[in-house]
């Protein structure tokens, strides 16, 4: 059976590294060792550790960016209720994957500035899902499919900060898990805030 190409097999190291150690434990050396190439040849394809960060986020974990990406593009023909229910799943899928591996950054203030410094130079950071859902419901509102009193921005911060914060909230229950199912969580969530701004 033939190796992996080089880039894809830093990835899926860097991914299974990442979300055993977090981000912040996890060095290049090993991401490189573990890859089985050199730590020289993980920096021809990632120059930075924060880069390849960002690809592990958007090519490893579920996709929440290039599915916001498309819907403001071109939504699609799903309903508003659809989209968000999609975008709802995808999101709590996303965080319960990315907070074990950005977590341990918020230990070490000098390493969290670095980081943070880092990527607003890549232009990237936990803010940009809520711009672009903010984006997504500012063209339905344009089409009149929200309210024109609504608050995009807002309505996308509520809806992703419920995925952010079921995807850790529930760990310490005797089940560790949360009482209602990934789609009935989705469902619910779209639902209710639609019910605010439809």
């Known amino acids: 059976m033939p190796q992996q190409p080089t880039r894809l097999r830093i990835l899926d190291a860097a991914h299974e590294l990442m979300l055993r150690l977090g981000l912040a434990r ?5 991401i490189a060792k573990a890859a089985g190439c050199s730590e020289a040849a993980l920096y021809k394809y990632f120059p930075s550790k924060e880069e390849l960060f960002i690809s592990v986020l ?17 939504p699609p023909e799903r309903s508003v209720e659809g989209n968000l229910i999609e975008i709802a799943r ?20 000098q390493l969290r500035e670095r980081h943070t410094e880092a990527m607003r130079a890549l232009g990237a950071g936990p803010h940009r899902p809520i711009e672009g859902l903010a984006a997504y419901l500012g063209a339905e509102q ?4 929200i309210r024109p009193d609504a608050d995009p921005h807002a309505a996308a911060s509520l809806l992703l900060g419920a995925c952010a914060h079921r995807a850790f909230v529930y760990d310490m229950t005797e089940t560790g898990e949360p009482p209602q199912s ?6 619910g969530l779209a639902r209710t805030l639609l019910a605010g701004i439809a």
């Open 142 to 145: 344009r089409a009149g499919r």
């Open 58 to 74: 958007t090519e490893r974990l579920p996709r929440l960016g290039p599915l916001l990406d498309e819907l403001v593009a071109a």
């Open 90 to 109: 995808q999101a709590a899928l996303f965080y319960r994957q990315s907070f074990p591996i950005g977590a341990s950054l918020y230990a070490q203030t």
């Open 26 to 30: 996890v060095t290049t050396k090993e």
């Open 182 to 187: 990934l789609d009935e969580f989705a469902a």
